[in-house]
């Protein structure tokens, strides 16, 4: 049975080891775990458990192609992987290089802090496996490359989610002596990749700053005058987009507002508010950005529009007048 079928919350920290960036590789006890099993994509089911309904949408939005395209908010890890994967699939066949998956991985409901670091980057781990063996065909396996943060990290995906697959395992930095003091090996990443490559997946590179820096890279060097395409997997892009790093201090993590996120699609997307105005910005491409607040059993969509709203207009603005 596949781990997203389990509560996540309860299956990440009963079930899985967790990979501590500086964890000797030798002490990672293996997973056994049963990844790709087959299923029928179905995004347009009601969720289980929940009801999905839409009401008083915006008089300004717009109305078009994609807001017919109408993906109820997931009941669980299953449907989330059914529906990212076809999203992804439906912006593959559309042609687009640079595209984003993020979403809790705590729990749907969760928000970022509400899981410990580790366990919520092994948990990423476990569903990138997953969603591959969704969206990737097997012959298809080996043109396909992850990049996992560290190198570390590629060890220890080797010895759990992904051992015994074909895809082909990459890193975008390594540890260096002075890691303790946060500075890590920077990797050469037009060297990293093979002529036969086709799909690049980066998995939730923010553990440190220049992981996103390196990403760039790859797809400045590898992917924009080519015919690749390139996914990033719940990398914590918000931080970058709500100025949560000073850019008197990070000006070229904060550049990546303007030069890479310009050229980026989001495909699949949740993002989670609390409080008395509590909701959900959810996004399934090719869809619109929807608003959605859970009233008992069924999420109902308050506001709609075609272009993502800002995480501070979402709490300020849309949710307090919904």
């Known amino acids: ?3 997203s079928t389990f509560p996540m919350a309860f299956s990440l920290a009963t079930a899985a080891p967790v990979l501590q960036h500086q964890q000797n590789p030798s002490l990672l006890v293996k997973l056994n775990l049963n990844f790709g ?3 029928r994509v179905m995004v347009n089911k009601t969720g289980r458990n929940v009801e999905f309904a839409v009401r008083s949408v915006s008089s300004g ?4 192609s994609s807001v017919q395209f109408d993906v109820p908010f997931p009941g669980d890890y299953e449907e989330l992987l059914d529906q990212a994967t076809e999203a992804t699939q439906a912006a593959l066949k559309d042609g687009l290089q640079l595209m984003e998956i993020e979403f809790p991985t705590a729990g749907l409901g969760s928000v970022p802090g509400d899981g410990e670091g580790g366990i919520e980057m092994t948990g990423s781990m476990q569903l990138i496996r997953e969603f591959c063996d969704l969206l990737i065909v097997p012959e298809k396996a080996t043109r396909t490359r992850i990049f996992f943060p560290e190198a570390n990290e590629v060890q220890f995906a080797r010895k759990s989610a992904f051992g015994g697959s074909s895809f082909k395992l990459d890193y975008l930095t390594k540890p260096s002596f002075f890691q303790d003091f946060g500075f890590v090996e920077n990797v050469k990443m037009v060297d990293r990749v093979k002529e036969e490559d086709e799909l690049f997946i980066v998995g939730y590179p923010y553990f440190n ?6 990403v760039e890279e790859l797809y400045r060097e590898a992917v924009a005058a080519t015919a690749r395409q390139m996914i990033i997997f719940n990398g914590e892009l918000d931080r970058i987009r709500s100025g949560y790093y000073p850019s008197f201090f990070y000006p070229k993590l904060s550049a990546l507002s303007k030069t890479l996120f310009p050229k980026m699609e989001t495909v699949y ?14 996004r399934c491409y090719p869809g619109p950005w929807k608003v959605l607040r859970r009233m008992g059993s069924r999420y109902v969509c308050v506001h709609q529009q075609e272009e ?4 501070k ?3 300020l603005d849309i949710l307090p007048s919904a």
Do not use: C, Q, W
Not at 61 to 64: M, P, S
Not at 209 to 214: A, F, G, H, S, Y
Not at 269 to 282: C, P, S
């Open 209 to 214: 700053v220049n992981e996103m820096l390196v």
């Open 1 to 3: 049975m596949p781990l």
């Open 313 to 315: 207009e979402v709490a």
């Open 61 to 64: 939005d717009t109305v078009g």
């Open 308 to 311: 993502m709203p800002s995480l």
């Open 37 to 39: 099993r087959l299923r």
């Open 269 to 282: 997307y949740i993002h989670n508010f609390k409080g008395r105005n509590g909701g959900t910005l959810f």
